[in-house]
């Protein structure tokens, strides 16, 4: 380095007009100038050497240090108490000589582990030739944070943060893999589906569910061999990689042991939680020769297990797949319907059994298909709720409602309270239930509707009692606890429940004058109702001897169902005639055996 700077300073000299000894001398006074500046030239080079942020070392041919900068020096003394290098300092010293012997650059990355830190350097090795000699140059940059970055990246994109399960695109990469393997045999692919996990988590919180969730998968994923892939794919949804397999009776064996398993409780924050999942299976190559084709086929499987009771397996077969593809249709009808606002309201009277009078309606919708067939709720009800679309069908429906108020009023009364199904999931979510109240305030008239919510909307933990009721409250709408007696009922959380009305499932109501068991129960539940102030309805009446049992040996004032109205649809009403006055026309006239077994539940549109 000295010499080339010489060099180069001397080969700048130039000529001018003075005598030779001027030249002697101003030649003699510019060496000395020009050994002093490049003295001074070296210090400042060998200075900004030492300051670089790289460690910068020279070896000569041997691979003895001539030169090392401070960097390289804290390097190599943290290489010294390394516990775990990436290579020996023997072994690092032989490849350094070999790199100045082949004369050829090399790039690596050394990993240094120093207790529970790890430093990772990336280093540039270039031989080069300065002065005759032989020389390996090497810089060497400290690039850790970059490195924890990228794994950062490299696990969030491949490992669930929460379970440290391979993610969706592990396994979809895996069986990809498999399949490109001509020699490859037979694999299973099982997607496992958590059931009832939105209930723990309204109920637990999500804390606890999330918990639940880290324990489930330790347990899932038991037992597993090496070449066995579990992989959280979504919230409560798994996906199992079972390879190799000799057959589905192995499959079916492992399955049946793994939900045996889960069984046993899990004990999270004081709190004993069962869990179960839902498993479908399918089969490689027998229900798929892609990826997709098998996620989905095991999809379907596990959809068929659910509509049958949870709990279970299933492997895939044909019929699944028309089915999947008939609720295919159904869901593209839904959106469409909605979208094409392709619905209709239909309204039951709620009577007062005593009187008569019609105290109010419930608005009940339903959907109309391409053909213009009106389709009953159960058809696309939890369809609607399970997809999303359940808070936009409210929101037309409480439209449709104002619009139609006169007529409403003209054939009902305008004192007819007007009820309106909510979803619990809808009641758990505070954000649309603050729109909805804000929808039915700027009505005009929120003290004449009644919002109808299952018993579960009231018991999890979805802030409905404490949050949402209050503002209902506010505002004048009443609340009526729909299809009680069937879901998390309980005599002591109906105590601490403050709706206005109750609705008797119509389980309790059929037959009532047969069935000494559920008279009993009707008695508690009225008793109750009553002590608590709430009015009583029951649900689907349907014969003269159901009426006349709740007329003569409860104390039961109101109810609906086919024997008083069949649902009547907008188009329908009448305002000339109203219904309060029809019905109680028809009561007057209907002999007192006339049994209306024509209106069966079978051919009805209750929801």
Known sequence: MHEFIRHDFQSGTSTTGHDNNSRQDSSQEFSQDSGRETGQELRILRDLLQLLPAGVTVQDERGEFILVNEAAAAQLQLAAGASRPTAPADERHAANLETLRSGRPVVLEETLTCGAVRHVFLTSHRPVQIAGRSLLISASTDISEQKAFEDQLFRSAYYDELTGLPTRRVIEHRVNGLIRNEQQGHFALAFL???????????????????????????????????????????????????????????????????????????????????????????????????????????????????????????????????????????????????????????QPKVDIRTQEVKGIEALVRLRDDEGVIQAPGTFIDLAVELGLIDELTLLVLAEIVKSIDLINDTFGPNATISINVAAKQAANSEFMRTFARALEHTG???????????????????????????????????????????????????????????????????????????????????????????????????????????????????QGYYFAKPIFLEDLKPATPVASETRASLAARPAQENRQSYSRASGFRR
């Open 193 to 347: 589906d958590v059931d009832n996990f939105k209930h723990i988590n309204d109920y637990y919180g999500h804390v606890i569910g999330d918990a639940l969730l880290v324990e489930l998968s330790k347990r899932l994923g038991h037992a597993l061999r090496g070449t066995d892939i579990l992989s959280r794919i979504s919230g409560d949804e798994f996906l199992l990689l079972l390879n190799p397999i000799s057959s589905d009776r192995e499959v079916a064996e492992f399955i049946h042991v793994m939900q045996e398993r889960l069984k046993a409780p899990f004990f999270i924050d004081q709190s004993e939680i069962f869990a179960s999942t839902s498993i479908g299976v399918s089969l490689y190559p027998l229900h798929g020769r892609s990826y997709e084709a098998l996620r989905q086929n095991a999809d379907i499987a596990m959809y068929r297990v659910k509509n049958n009771g949870k709990g279970s397996a299933a492997f895939f077969d044909a019929s699944m797949e028309r089915e999947a593809l008939a609720r295919m249709k159904i869901e593209q009808s839904l959106r469409l319907a909605i979208l094409e606002k392709r619905f209709c309201c239909a309204f």
């Open 445 to 559: 008239y929120a003290r004449r509707f009644m919002i109808e919510v299952t018993e579960d909307a009231f018991i999890t933990k979805s802030h409905f009692q404490d949050e949402i009721l209050p503002i209902l409250r506010d505002i004048g709408v009443g609340i009526s606890i729909d299809d009680f007696g069937i879901g998390y009922s309980s005599l002591s959380a109906l105590a601490d429940i403050t709706a206005d009305e109750i609705k008797i499932d119509r389980s309790f109501i059929t037959d009532i004058h047969k069935r000494p068991r559920s008279q009993g129960i009707l008695r508690a539940i009225e008793s109750l109702s009553e002590a608590l102030g709430m009015t009583v309805i029951a649900e689907g009446i349907e014969s003269y001897e159901e009426l006349t049992y709740l007329q003569a040996a409860t104390k039961i004032r109101f109810a």
